[in-house]
């Protein structure tokens, strides 16, 4: 992978902003690894995503356990089995960062946000990197970095990779990704 000249940066960021503005809508599936650094193995979880251009997300672990959080209208809410919590984003500045993280890491926004993150841009054969470096202080305490992935024919992200503060890594793959079709408002509601 080499680092890209600011006018390469330059280009791939604008080509990358102008594919995340035309998004209305996002569904896939997705794989997640988590590196522990304390253990061996890693946890692999599968799951389902849908993301609204209203800023709403639908994010859905199936294997090895359930699990649902969505952010809509300002509110996140988990459930877990019979367990359900609802949490207004606007009165936890850490569900504000990590909300924020997962809907512009999905749709590649992250890149744009200059006050969130320094970014530096990679590139190896057909794959473009943006490597951020968190500058807000709630992202500083949780990641070292963030890495999103993207195929450069298609300029979506692919692969997000998080390296946690304390060495612990997780790797999402987004499989099957189909943009701009209608979703059913009823998946940004928990039951």
């Known amino acids: 992978m080499r680092k890209s000249s600011p006018e390469e940066s330059r280009a791939m960021i604008t080509k990358i902003n102008s594919s995340a503005a035309s998004i209305r809508s ?17 946890m692999v979880s599968r799951g389902k995503m849908c993301y609204s251009s ?3 997300l639908h994010w859905e672990y199936i294997s090895p ?8 209208n300002n509110q996140v809410t988990m459930k877990s089995g019979a367990k359900t919590n609802t949490v207004d984003i606007n009165s936890n500045k850490l569900f504000q960062a990590i909300a924020r993280i997962m809907v512009s890491s999905v749709t590649g926004k992250s890149i744009n946000k200059s006050n969130d993150f320094d970014v530096t841009m990679y590139c190896y054969n057909q794959y473009w990197c943006a490597h951020l470096v968190p500058k807000e202080a709630n992202m500083k305490k949780m990641f070292k970095f963030i890495r999103l992935y993207y195929n450069s024919n298609q300029t979506m992200v692919n692969r997000v990779e998080m390296v946690e503060k304390n060495g612990d890594k997780t790797v999402i793959r987004l ?3 189909v943009t701009n079709k ?3 408002d009823a998946q940004f509601r928990v039951n």
């Open 182 to 184: 209608p979703i059913n």
């Open 175 to 177: 499989n099957d990704i």
């Open 54 to 56: 209203a800023g709403k």
């Open 26 to 42: 996002i569904t896939c599936s997705f794989t997640q690894e988590k590196s522990v650094s304390m253990l061996n193995d890693k």
């Open 65 to 72: 356990y359930s699990y649902v959080l969505v952010i809509n």
